[in-house]
Nanobody, 127 residues
C-alpha cells in the first residue's frame, strides 16, 4: 500500500530555512512525478512545487520561486523541499503528493492529478 510520510517541519523565524522530507513506500517511486502543496487555515490547498520522475524539469508557484527548491533521491525513495528566506505567509501545513499515473506530467499544479497524499507537516514562520 502506498504511503507518504513527511518530516522536517517546525517553527522558524522570518528569513530562516527548513528542509522538508517525504519518504515514500509501496510504489515504484522512480516512475512518478511528485509535488508539494500547502494549506493555511481558512485557505484552500495550494500548489507549491512539482518535479518529474527524474529530477528535471521542476515547476514552482510564483510565490515561492527563487526561495524553495524541490528535489528527489530515487535511490532513497524520498522527496525534498528546501525552503529559504521563509516568510510569515509561508505558514501552512505542507503535503507531499504522488501522481495518479506513472510518467505523467500533465497539469502539475492540479491537485486532482495526484492520487496519494502524506499526512502533512506543519511549518510555522513567526518571531
Amino acid at each position: 500500500q502506498e504511503q507518504l510520510v513527511e518530516s522536517g517541519g517546525g517553527l522558524v523565524q522570518p528569513g530562516g530555512s527548513l528542509r522538508l522530507s517525504c519518504a515514500a513506500s509501496g510504489l515504484d517511486f522512480k516512475k512518478y512525478a511528485m509535488a508539494w502543496f500547502r494549506q493555511a487555515p481558512g485557505i484552500e490547498r495550494e500548489f507549491v512545487a512539482a518535479i518529474t520522475w527524474t529530477d528535471r524539469p521542476t515547476f514552482y508557484a510564483d510565490s515561492v520561486k527563487g526561495r524553495f527548491t524541490i528535489s528527489r533521491d530515487n535511490a532513497k525513495n524520498t522527496l525534498y523541499l528546501q525552503m529559504i528566506d521563509l516568510k510569515p505567509e509561508d505558514t501552512a501545513v505542507y503535503y507531499c503528493a504522488v501522481r495518479r499515473r506513472p510518467y505523467d506530467w500533465s497539469a502539475p499544479v492540479n491537485s486532482a492529478e495526484y492520487g496519494y497524499w502524506g499526512q502533512g507537516a506543519q511549518v510555522t514562520v513567526s518571531l
